[in-house]
């Protein structure tokens, strides 16, 4: 497979000129479009010096955001997490009718706006809605309140796990598991002692993209949270009340928090993806393509 | 040929049957029998009025101007990290995925700051005479930051896996590397260059936490139809906003199809054997 070593004809687009300016021309446009943003995020947060920073992280409206946010993702993501598991065991392990529709379903919500998500939510709990006023009369509060905010980023977050977890699933097929319960394992022994150990980078992977978007979730949240400050603001929600308030430092500094939490899931990607999760769809004939290309020296 | 059958179905498919009803299926419903209940005549009234069409119209153009952005930058990013060995590409790749990982209302305050009169961008644009905050242009650069890694990823396995040979056959044949790239490139990447453009223009036409900071937001002009549904929520017409709700669920439908059909084309080509 060596075919671009040196001696050999170079491929397309390997003339030096247009390769350099080809590189040129999209480095420069990663830097302005993406590395740009997370720099000036940075910057704005400690406009107003280390000292103003540190006071907008621990005021107790921006600490009490931070708070929510963390709650509700530690109720949404396990809760997610297992019927993600749940999910992929069924539709990957099982044959049933229906399947493809439930995938389907299963999807969904990766292509719906969160606002629609949220104004659909409105519809289920809110006084207007199928349950409103029953609740109302046993005076449960679902909407503006912690449970519709977890229930909204529920919603935008179902495929998360799903999604990882089933190409891998339906690749590695039924034989172990089949090999196990033949032998006379249980079927949670067959899960956590065979299944587990196989997709246990890609279930990560899902988890952890599953919590940043929960932690980030903006428009559903907004519309179900009602944004009352110091009470049912998440952090993105918290950033945004600060930034019409003219505190963009502040706005920042808050921001700030969430672009670090970005950061670490894209090197927490990074990692898992060497592990192989994330990849599935990929031949495994593809792992060593990177061999048949040239360097290109500076 | 009767397989064995694994332990576990009813409770696997109880818990996500379960969870998709209450927390995807039944929401979605209930928008829709919102929506319907409105009758015909006040469901058409909604949807067409001026302002709702006006918001289709921004929300359709931009987010079509910042797909075929993303579909020129997003083939070139890939084509970059694919085919080129450079310091940093490592990087690069992974900062790719950034848009996916920082959440929406974070982009939007760094855009509008970078985008506005006084910030990095914005002060040299307006001495060429170029707005881009609270202007359509500012919506078509937050569509087109949220939406990039999709053309990009959907692209870069697929060039990964292009056989060199093709490529060799056109060279010994005399072939400028331009009519190769058009004759013989190009049309192997169409596939997942069509999945990857039908993604992006999805994720546009739904996107709401990076537009509203930067769009102005401004009814007829710099409004998009997200924003709009949420207004009528807040203007407690709950019924308009139902209606314009369940126009965007509606595309989001077919724009799920579409790109169901686009993704099953690609993988047709991306799998072999």
């Known amino acids: 497979m060596v075919h671009n070593r040196k001696g050999k004809p170079p491929r397309v687009g390997d003339n030096t000129v247009f390769r350099r300016s080809l590189l040129g021309i999209v480095l420069v446009f990663v830097g302005l479009m993406i590395v740009a943003p997370l720099v000036v995020i940075a910057v704005e947060a400690f406009s107003r010096g280390v000292v103003y920073f540190a006071e907008s992280i621990a005021d107790p409206d921006t600490r009490h955001a931070i708070l929510l946010t963390v709650i509700a993702a530690l109720i949404a993501v396990p809760i997610n997490t297992a019927f993600g598991v749940a999910a992929a065991w069924a539709i990957t392990k099982h044959d049933f009718r229906g399947k493809r529709l439930l995938t389907v379903i299963i999807e969904l919500p990766f292509s719906v706006s969160p606002i629609v998500a949220g104004v659909a939510y409105l519809f289920v709990y809110g006084l207007q809605g199928l349950f409103g006023p029953v609740l109302q009369s046993m005076e449960i509060k679902i909407l503006f309140a ?59 992977y899902g988890v952890v993209l599953c919590n940043s978007r929960v932690m980030g979730e903006f428009g559903a ?77 500076p | 040929m009767r397989r064995r059958v694994l332990p576990g179905l009813p409770l696997a498919l109880g818990i996500t049957l379960v969870y998709v009803a209450i927390i995807v299926v039944l929401p979605l419903a209930a928008l829709v029998f919102k929506a319907a209940s409105l009758g015909p005549a006040d469901y058409w009234r909604i949807i067409s009025s001026d302002r709702a ?9 931009c987010a079509l101007a910042a797909t075929v952005f993303n579909l020129v930058f997003g083939m070139a990013l890939a084509w970059v990290l694919v085919r080129y060995r450079f310091p940093g590409r490592r990087l690069v790749d992974a900062l790719v995925d950034l848009p996916f990982a920082l959440p929406t209302a974070v982009a939007g ?55 060199p040979a093709l490529e060799e056959a056109g060279q010994t044949l005399g072939a400028s590397d331009l009519s190769i790239f058009v004759g013989v490139i190009l049309p192997l990447l169409t596939p997942a260059l069509l999945a990857g453009v039908s993604l992006s223009f999805a994720r546009s036409l739904g996107e709401f936490g990076a537009i509203i900071f930067i769009a102005g937001n401004q009814p007829f002009s710099t409004e998009i139809t997200a924003l709009l549904a949420f207004i009528r929520l807040e203007e407690y017409d709950y019924p308009a906003s139902a209606a314009i709700a369940s126009v965007m669920l509606l595309t989001a439908f077919v724009m799920l199809a579409i790109t169901n059909l686009m993704q099953a084309r690609a993988l047709r080509y991306t799998v072999r054997g």
Not at chain 1, 245 to 262: V, W
Not at chain 2, 53 to 61: E, H, I, K, N, W
């Open chain 2, 109 to 163: 305050i760094a855009l509008t700051t970078l985008f506005a009169t006084n910030g990095w961008f914005g002060a040299p644009l307006s001495l060429l005479g170029i707005k881009v905050a609270y202007t359509p242009l500012g919506i078509i650069v937050a569509m087109s930051f949220t939406s990039i890694p999709f053309i990009v990823r959907t692209v870069q396995p697929v060039l990964e896996e292009l056989d």
């Open chain 2, 53 to 61: 069409f006006a918001s289709y119209r921004v929300t359709v153009l």
């Open chain 1, 146 to 204: 912690l449970p519709g905010i977890v229930l909204a980023s529920m919603f935008v977050t179902a495929p998360f796990v799903a999604r990882e977890l089933i190409p891998l699933m339906q690749a590695q097929g039924r034989d172990l598991e089949e090999a196990a319960t033949s032998l006379g394992a249980s079927g949670w022994r067959t899960f956590f002692s065979v299944t587990l150990p196989n997709i246990k980078w890609a279930l990560l």
């Open chain 1, 221 to 297: 949240v907004s519309v179900v949270s009602g944004n009352i400050r110091g009470q049912t603001n998440t952090l993105p929600l918290h950033i945004e009340l600060l930034y019409h308030d003219y505190n963009a430092a502040g706005s920042f500094a808050a921001a700030s928090i969430l672009a670090c939490l970005a950061i670490v899931t894209l090197v927490v990607k990074v990692a898992l993806e060497r592990q192989g999760a994330g990849r599935v769809q990929r031949p495994a004939a593809l792992a060593g393509a990177d061999s048949i290309i040239p360097e290109v020296k």
